[in-house]
């Protein structure tokens, strides 16, 4: 007390005071393990005569001081306030879901649709769609329009037709009566060159109407007689230019419609047994430039006989057989079945069916035709996205069994990694630098070389020949200045004058001696026969006489390969050779710059190297941290349960909002497509266009796309062309085309349930960083002979439910709130690419990656805040910003644990999902070899990405936690008794650094005091 009064006539320091009324050592309170040991920082508590600003910021200050350890009894409940606000969230979320559930459909999400958008099995459809209740499979039938149209152009444009509308004869007058109607028919046939033409069609034309008459009849008999199937597929038919060629069923989506039936086993074979049969006449669309030419001669009068032969032709072989309504509800037009061909239920869905041909198509083209253009078929209509979702859904419930083997063998992995981590993290850590280095040095390289890459030369022979030069250069000089001999390297012309000592082509070949006795090639190459070329020791010459015919531009030599016989060379020195056929790059403005580059990057990786050197001991401590991470890990395996929980949680309220998401998403609204019909497929669909990001830099001239009325707002809808009979007509023009409706559709409901999803996601995730934070800090303030004794896990859910529940809602409220924001702007995103809005597009792109940059910040702080929550207990806004000020104080530590964590969690990453998906794949082949592995191991590989993630995040969190305990024992002096051994070397360091700054700053006022009285 004597000691801490202040001097006589100066007043009493509260602080002095209430530090003379402390009791004494012997009637203090038993401190933890920390406060037990060395003290060279100062008390305890670590109030250290520092500057209050700093001194606020700092561990050990205030009632928030861990002299008592992170479950100090000081602890009180934080930002309750938000307790209230989540759940009156919850309600809400409750309410708009209810709600929904009493209109939404979620089987229209993922039911079948046909052609026009309506759902199969579905009663009804949108603006008055055909009732499909009793239809629930997905089938196909002919596009009767795309099959037939070549035909029909066929007769249409014939020669014979032709005469008949535009010319006529000395008995009858053309039927088209005006020269307009004639030159229009005469284009629209492409028979004269016109604007809208670029060729003639391809097709055979006939002379006579006898003959057309015979061979459409004959083509046409293979499409509409079933009994001629076999032949419509075959090499000999009367179609086999069209149908017996893998390029009709590479465009299947062209000549098949999708229509709902009762199940896969309607086809061609069920019209034989109905009781109701239909039949279909073809005739074009009415949008159809040849329409008006159709009807024409269909309805030629009967007393022309000049047109009665295609007339005929037009009336009575355009006729197909359409399945009964009951099997298939929709126009005959839709319902005509194609011959040979039958259909199968997918693998796996009995809602989608598949190609399968018929017997005697099969017998008729044999089983590996009729295979290959099965595949073909299948192929197409899964590219265009139509059978895909069941495909993929079969070949996921083939394979479950070894799905959930699978699942559970990658937690074991992940488990085996972080033992496997433990003994081998340091070198690891280390490869992985150096590799960082190698990868500066060959990028460089690469750089390089590709900028004096000769035309005529591979890049990795000038790799090999660059790296030659540089080598024999580099031993040179070394063995030049050892001997202390220096020999001349110039070469100039043909290098005849060279008398360098170059012994390696420039290919790395080594040379042999020319005048070697045991040498049997090239043997006229001598000393004795070339005495003026010093053809001296193996030295590369370029040796000839004055008469020789045959004379090298430059030096050579012999070679030792057995096959390469000789070989040019470089002098030495030379690095960068001339290309005599030019450079592979060019210009040279272009390899100018390449050059540059090489060299930056050559620097920044010597800025790196130096980089590392300075940071070693950083680099240590890092590994350290990591020691102490895989040590926890190893002592308290149980921890990794908290992921796992996560995971469950995660999944279990993932698949219930999407489900209670999907009422919402289903309902969409009556008025969101257009329900008129339109003119032009370009003005329902739009136009695209071909613009692109650097058009839109340069400024060059471009097409810009235009929206349609179908999808002109995202989601967008699809068009489809009605029958004949459904067309609408306005001021003679025939309306065919229609929209048909998306699967889902967004409104203020959707976003309400969407936000509270990303906030409870997020809460999820922080609730496990607390966690996990709140078991380190409390294993690491552990005394070292008592780790592994304390039940870890309970503690830290008693402390954080009791405590900072409040503080993790509010801190995952603002990472859920940053999350919606982002996907709002990709909302307005895809808005404004249905609007063809390209410049909007970018700027959206933008203003996500910027906010994309922001959230990464964000969640990087709030996971240090957590930290500091578990460590001091203090609300969410003070400990995040200790946090970010104890993030700027030791920012080069942060910066280099940043940096090997990474390295970590890639190799983590890289083993656990190889792993993983090696011992899948192995295992679908025995279980499962007959079906595609293809979904099964896009399977494996999401399973084993989500349990890398979930172990790493476990793993980088401990990291982490543990870097702020070491920050907190050093900042506040504390003893080595609950320090992990790993670190204890680190520890002693800055507990010497300290005591010789505490002594320091102890004699320095000393000495001035002392000088002061003298003075």
Known sequence: QAILAPPLGLPQDPARAAAARRPTQQHRPR???????????????????????????????????LSEGPAAKTRGCTDIVWIPIFAAAWVLFLIVTFAGMLNGNPSKLYSPRDFSGAYCGVEENWNNGPNLVNTPTLSFTMNVTSTVELLMKQAV?????????????????????????????????????????????????????????????????????????????????????????????????????????????????????????????????KDNNLYAVWNTLLKAPSSNTMATDVSQLLNSSFTFQALPISMCPYDPQFCVPFPGVQYTELQGSSLYCTFDF???????????????????????????????????????????????????????????????????????VWIAIVISILMFILGGAFIFTLSIQCSDAGLLETGIQTSVAIAIAGTTAVSQTITGEEVSEECTGDCQDYRGVQHYSKNGLSCVTWDDPSRTRMSQYSSTAYPEADLEKNYCRNPYKANDTLKHDTIWCITSDELVKWEECYPIGVIIPECDDGHEIEPEEWRT?????????????????????????????????????????????????????????????????????SF???????????????????????????????????????????????????PTGDVWKASAADCEWADGVAKCWRCSQPRYAFDWRFWVSFFVYLWNHAFNIALGQILIAMAVSLWFFTKNEEKGKLGLVPKALKIIF???????????FIVAAVQFIRYLMKYFEKQAEAQKNRIMVYVLKCVQCCIWCFEKCIKFLNKNAYIQIALTGNNFCTSARKAFFLILRNVIRFGTLAALSGIIHAIGFVFIMSATVVVGYFLMREMHDDISPFMPIVCFILVSYVVAKLYMNVFGLAVDTSLQCFLCVEEMGLGQDCVPPVLANFVKQQTSKAAVTAQASAILPAQTSTASAEL
């Open 31 to 65: 401190t933890p393990c920390c406060c037990r040991g060395t003290r060279a920082m100062g008390n305890c508590c670590g109030n250290r005569p520092e500057d209050q600003a700093d001194k606020d910021e700092k561990f050990g200050n205030g009632s928030k001081d």
């Open 157 to 285: 444009c014939s020669a014979p037709a032709a005469k008949v509308l535009t010319e006529g004869n000395s008995f009858f007058d053309p039927l088209l009566e005006t020269q307009e109607e004639r030159d229009a028919y005469l284009c629209n046939c492409c028979i004269q060159p016109c604007g809208g033409c670029d060729a003639s069609i391809a097709v055979e034309d006939f002379t006579d109407a006898t003959a057309l008459v015979d061979t459409m009849q004959a083509k046409l008999a293979e499409l509409t007689d079933f009994s001629n199937a076999a032949s419509l597929f075959s090499t000999g038919g009367a179609n086999a230019d069209m149908f017996s060629t893998s390029a009709f069923w590479e465009e299947a989506t062209k000549y098949f419609n999708l229509v709902c039936v009762t199940d896969c086993s309607v086809d061609y074979t069920t019209i034989d047994g109905a009781t109701d049969p239909r039949t279909f006449t073809y005739s074009p669309p």
């Open 358 to 428: 018929a017997g005697e198509v099969v017998d008729a083209i044999g089983d590996v035709a009729a295979s290959a253009l099965e595949s073909i078929g299948v192929t197409s209509i899964t590219s265009a996205g139509v059978t895909e979702l069941g495909k993929m859904a079969g070949d996921f419930l083939s394979a479950i069994d070894a799905f959930i083997i699978v699942s559970v063998l990658a937690f074991i992995i992940g488990i085996v990694f972080l033992v496997v981590l433990r003994f081998t993290i340091g070198i690891c």
């Open 593 to 661: 710059i390449l050059h540059y580059t090489s060299y930056v990057i050559w620097g920044l990786g010597g800025v790196w190297l130096i980089i590392i050197i300075c940071m070693v001991k950083r680099i240590n401590l890092a590994i350290s941290l990591n020691k102490v991470a895989a040590l926890f890990l190893a002592r308290n395996p149980h921890i990794v349960l908290i992921p796992v929980v996560q995971a469950i949680v995660a999944i279990i309220w993932t698949l219930l909002w999407f489900l209670s998401a």
């Open 664 to 714: 919402l998403l289903s309902q969409v609204p009556a008025d969101y497509t257009p329900t008129a019909s339109y003119a032009t497929y370009t003005e329902a669909y739009g136009t695209g266009g071909n613009c692109t990001f650097w058009s839109t830099i340069t400024g060059e001239t471009c097409v810009e796309g235009t929206p349609g009325m179908c999808n002109d707002q995202w």
């Open 802 to 812: 009791r405590y900072h529940v409040g503080s993790v809602i509010f801190g995952s």
